[in-house]
Nanobody, 124 residues
């Protein structure tokens, strides 16, 4: 089993900042891509930011709405991905989910895993 645990969400005023974290644990051989998604009520879940494995260059990708405000990083030793969110806007309000593409302990099978989600609310 592989588990992703997210934390760091909460209530913040417009213009404020939050730092989300997502730690992976379990029978993991290697973690490839990691990403953050968000879903607001009545809307489709959307990609916010993603980061590739170091072996793939560690490249990052951001939604247009996140560019210049959000930064995704990863700590491979801790099997953790972070999302630093600055200059938050009410439109950023959503449940944020992390996703990891994991090669499980057998070193062969690959699967995507999702965290349980953490609520981010941006409001004055």
């Amino acid at each position: 089993q592989v588990q992703l645990v997210e934390s760091g969400g909460g209530l913040v005023q417009p213009g404020g900042s939050l730092r989300l974290s997502c730690a992976a644990s379990g029978s993991i051989y290697r973690i490839n891509d990691m990403g953050w998604y968000r879903q607001a009520p009545g809307k489709q879940r959307e990609l916010v930011a993603a980061v590739a494995a170091i072996t793939s260059g560690g490249t990052t990708n951001y939604a247009d709405s996140a560019k210049g405000r959000f930064t995704i990083t990863r700590d491979n030793a801790k099997k953790t991905v972070y999302l630093q969110m600055n200059s938050l806007e009410p439109e950023d309000t959503a449940v944020y989910y992390c996703k990891a593409r994991v090669v499980i302990a057998d070193g062969i099978r690959t699967a995507d895993y999702w965290g349980q989600g953490t609520q981010v609310t941006v409001s004055s």
